[in-house]
């Protein structure tokens, strides 16, 4: 199984989340990282990729206009709608 190190850099927490996995139902297991709706509705998970973003899916457009909404940065995601594509490792803070 090919897995994805996936850090929280605030907490120093790493992750290992298996490709294709949802990084919410990892991170709320093994960070403290907070989620409300997890439904791209109320940006509680708003947090910022530093770096793998390559290595993540692409946001959808609920999330995209979430994101609009709160004048979000480019590398700054909703962690409920994060999903790891690909190998390797990604930084995380939130
Ligand atoms: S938990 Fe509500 S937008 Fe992610």
């Not at 709320?28 to 989620?35: I, P, Q, V, W």
């Not at 998970?45 to 692409?58: A, F, M, P, Q, Y």
């Not at 994101?67 to 962690?79: D, H, I, M, T, W």
Request: glycine share 6%.
């Amino acid at each position: 199984m090919k897995v994805t190190k996936v850090k929280i850099v605030n907490e120093g927490v790493v992750i290992e989340i298996p490709e294709g996995a949802r990084f919410a139902d990892y991170a709320k297991e093994n960070s403290n990282m907070l989620f409300g709706c997890e439904n791209a509705e109320c940006a509680t998970c708003l947090c910022t990729v530093i770096k793998g973003k390559e290595l993540l899916n692409e946001p959808a457009h609920k999330e995209w206009l979430l994101l609009k909404q709160k004048s979000a940065y480019p590398n700054q995601r909703l962690g409920c709608q994060i999903y790891v594509k690909k190998e390797g490792v990604v930084e995380i803070e939130y």
